[in-house]
């Protein structure tokens, strides 16, 4: 089994270079990005089974973010991590379909999990899309 | 009735400068904190390397600890500038240091301006500044409303620059974006505001060309009276929101 791909979204640069070290020393494969713009370019190139998004940035914030990451891919599993949880962020993020929200600072295993879950619900979110496509086509 | 609005109007205003100020810079200290502890966790995860004698763990400690002091410094110095900061808050005019007064607001601004994906460029004069009389907590306000203000105006340059002059009758404290725009048009009522607010403080709007994107703030010298009221009001040098007794 390939190691879960993750990207982070964070326009804190040394959090995210820190925290990309410390779960690549832990098996998974990670790209960074700066900016909601800049992140959301790199999961149109590349397949994620997850995206850790920041809330509070430059340019795009994180709402808006998730909003692109998800047109451009709606079974993505994206996972806010963020600084500014309030009950209004975390309702807008799940109404938006972010699949969790994450309050920083967050313990390492905890979010290491909350990747593997999103990967694995990835899966099966996809096959079911595919099942339902071939459902629709016979 | 009217001047009771307007006061009340006042206050709210300042306690929503205040409260920026403070949810700004928690927001900013809590970033710090977090790459702290996620470096501390990177420590943790470099340690078991580093005592079975591996040279590149070890040389990473030694850069890690390094990276945790940059964060505490960091941390230090937003906890030091919100402290001074709130020693403006007690609405008196005072004997202040300008060029202190105009660092703290520009710091406080920072982040706002990051988020605004502008450029804030300081502009400070070599020698020193003489000792002006003003309220520092207004000014402070006044500097980060000009800034409010040129962000809405601000084109494709993103850049602004705040500038601090020495004057023969006090100092100028000048706000400009690279780009001329209409002030009222950009953020209708706020220069109003912004006049009234530099008055309050002790000073004056010396030029508030509507379509130039420029502000220029003329801050009084310190009169003798002032620095005595320091005094009286049992201000040490060195404490006041960064306003010394000479």
Redesign the interface.
């Known amino acids: 089994m390939s190691a879960d791909r993750v990207l982070l979204i964070d326009d ?1 640069m ?2 995210v270079e ?2 990309a ?2 779960l690549r ?1 832990r098996g998974l494969e990670v790209e960074v990005a700066f900016s909601g713009m800049e992140g959301v370019k790199k999961s149109q190139v590349t397949k994620f089974d997850a995206v850790v998004l920041d809330f ?4 795009m914030d994180g709402i808006h973010a998730l909003k692109a990451l998800l047109a451009g891919t709606p079974e993505l599993q994206v996972i806010l991590l963020t ?2 949880a309030t009950i209004k962020t975390a309702m807008d993020a799940t109404r938006l379909g972010a699949v969790e929200i994450l309050e ?2 967050t313990d ?1 295993t905890t979010l290491m999990e909350k990747i593997h879950e999103a990967r694995t619900r990835y899966g099966a979110r996809a096959a079911e899309r595919v099942r339902r496509q071939l459902q629709e086509t016979t | 009735m009217a001047e009771i609005l307007g006061e009340n109007h006042i206050l709210e205003q300042e306690f929503l400068y205040f409260s920026r100020v403070l949810s700004g810079q928690c927001h900013e200290l809590a970033n710090a904190l977090n790459i702290a502890r996620e470096l501390c966790g990177l420590h943790e995860d470099t340690l078991p390397r580093a005592r079975e004698g591996h040279a590149d763990a070890v040389e990473k400690l030694g850069s890690l600890a390094h990276r945790m002091q940059t964060q505490i410094d960091r941390s230090n110095a937003i906890v030091r500038t919100l402290s001074r900061f709130a020693h403006t808050a007690e609405g008196t005019r005072l004997a202040c240091d300008v060029r202190e007064i105009l660092e703290r607001a520009l710091f406080f601004a920072a982040r706002q301006v990051r988020l605004r994906q502008a450029e804030l460029q300081a502009v400070m004069p070599a020698g020193d500044v003489q000792q002006v009389e003003c309220n520092p907590f207004l000014l402070q306000q006044a500097i980060h409303a000009g800034i409010e203000l040129l962000l809405e105006g601000i084109g494709q340059s993103r850049r602004i620059t705040a500038a601090l002059k020495p004057d023969t009758a006090g100092a100028v404290v000048t706000l400009a974006s690279a780009d001329a725009f209409e002030c009222n048009d950009a953020a209708p009522g706020l220069l109003a505001e912004i006049t009234a607010m530099v008055q309050a403080a002790g000073g004056e709007v010396r030029e508030t060309p509507e379509c130039s994107g420029r502000l220029e703030f003329f801050i009084p010298c310190c009169r003798r009276g002032a620095t005595a009221a320091n005094s009286e009001l049992g201000i040490p040098k060195g404490t006041g929101g960064g306003c010394d007794v000479s």
Not at chain 1, 56 to 59: K, L, R, S, T
């Open positions: 804190e040394e959090y820190v925290l070290e410390r020393a509070a940035m430059p340019g600084g500014q920083k600072p390492i």
